[in-house]
């Protein structure tokens, strides 16, 4: 990502996380009563679609509405997933840092009862989208300075892999019951 889209966007995600301060009431709901799940996805190995699809189809066996947003940098670099999922790619960011995508508006303003950010990495561009997600609670990677971007987190050590997290998110999520 170039300089001025990285700077733009850093400043988009700051302005997104004082709006949602404010305004946001996120309230963390039982797992039996979600309805729709959204997932955001960025990763570079075919071998994590199995845990990806084993996890799609718990949600779905479960009777939960799941949209997937798997975001590629390089438009021609992609790899191709079995199961259906929306793509975003960096030539849809302006070097303002707005993304130009429809997609995007909508899955930004969907409610998702839980929105799971599933990288390795840590994505200015999955920032902005938590940061300004309707989501009720949002699951990610534990890492200290992006607290303000998830209700759950889950530490992910180094030897760590993608299966792992998504294993732990889905035990926590399908754990929380309120009575």
């Known amino acids: 990502?170039?300089?001025?889209?990285?700077?733009?966007?850093?400043?988009?995600?700051?302005?997104?996380?004082?709006?949602?301060?404010?305004?946001?009431?996120?309230?963390?709901?039982?797992?039996?009563?979600?309805?729709?799940?959204?997932?955001?996805?960025?990763?570079?190995?075919?071998?994590?679609?199995?845990?990806?699809?084993?996890?799609?189809?718990?949600?779905?066996?479960?009777?939960?509405?799941?949209?997937?947003?798997?975001?590629?940098?390089?438009?021609?670099?992609?790899?191709?997933?079995?199961?259906?999922?929306?793509?975003?790619?960096e030539q849809e960011i302006t070097n303002w840092g707005e993304i130009k995508s429809e997609i995007v508006e909508t899955f930004i303003h969907q409610p998702f009862d839980y929105l799971y950010c599933i990288s390795k990495e840590s994505s200015l561009v999955f920032k902005y989208i938590l940061a300004k997600s309707k989501a009720k609670c949002r699951v990610g990677k534990y890492e200290k300075s992006e607290a303000a971007f998830f209700e759950l987190m889950i530490d992910l050590k180094t030897e760590q892999d993608i299966d792992?997290?998504?294993?732990?998110?889905?035990?926590?999520?399908?754990?929380?019951?309120?009575n």
Do not use: C
């Not at 792992?164 to 309120?178: D, M």
């Open 1 to 89: 990502m170039n300089f001025l889209k990285e700077f733009f966007l850093k400043w988009k995600i700051k302005q997104a996380l004082v709006a949602q301060k404010g305004m946001s009431q996120r309230q963390t709901p039982n797992y039996d009563e979600a309805k729709s799940i959204g997932i955001l996805l960025y990763t570079q190995n075919i071998n994590m679609t199995k845990s990806i699809q084993k996890l799609l189809h718990t949600f779905e066996k479960d009777g939960k509405k799941v949209t997937v947003l798997a975001y590629f940098p390089d438009k021609e670099n992609h790899l191709e997933f079995n199961f259906q999922h929306f793509v975003l790619t």
């Open 164 to 178: 792992f997290f998504v294993q732990q998110a889905l035990h926590y999520t399908q754990s929380i019951i309120y």
